[in-house]
């Protein structure tokens, strides 16, 4: 079983920073890709970024980044960790909402608890 601990939100002004971290622990095989959603409030979930990996966690891989985020943040991982790190840089009140990490393996997609990030004006 996958266990997915997020940790790093909190309240920050705009035009501030914010790094997540998002460490994978348990059973697993073929990791194939982690990375992040969020769901501002009223909005539906939407992806954020992502780091896609051949077979397992290393510190490479092929990234990618929602739209509305190219630019702001970057996704990383840390080898020898099984963590991501997700700096989001150039907040907007738009980016407030929960974040959730999520992991791809052989045995299907499996969900952290979410961290609260909130950017005000």
């Known amino acids: 079983q996958v266990h997915l601990i997020e940790s790093g939100g909190g309240l920050v002004q705009a035009g501030g920073s914010l790094r997540l971290t998002c460490a994978l622990s348990?059973?697993?095989?073929?990791?194939?890709?982690m990375g992040w959603f969020r769901q501002g409030p009223g909005k539906e979930r939407e992806v954020v970024a992502w780091?896609?990996?051949?077979?397992?966690?290393?510190?490479?891989?092929?990234?990618g980044y929602g739209d509305s985020v190219k630019g702001r943040f970057t996704i990383s991982s840390e080898n020898g960790e099984n963590t991501i790190v997700l700096q989001m840089s150039s907040l907007e009140p738009e980016d407030t909402g929960v974040y959730y990490c999520?992991?791809?393996?052989?045995?299907?997609?499996?969900w952290g608890q979410g961290t609260q990030v909130t950017v005000s004006s």
């Open positions: 999520y992991s791809d393996t052989q045995n299907g997609r499996d």
């Open positions: 348990g059973r697993f095989s073929a990791l194939v890709t």
């Open positions: 780091i896609t990996f051949h077979s397992a966690f290393s510190s490479g891989g092929v990234r």
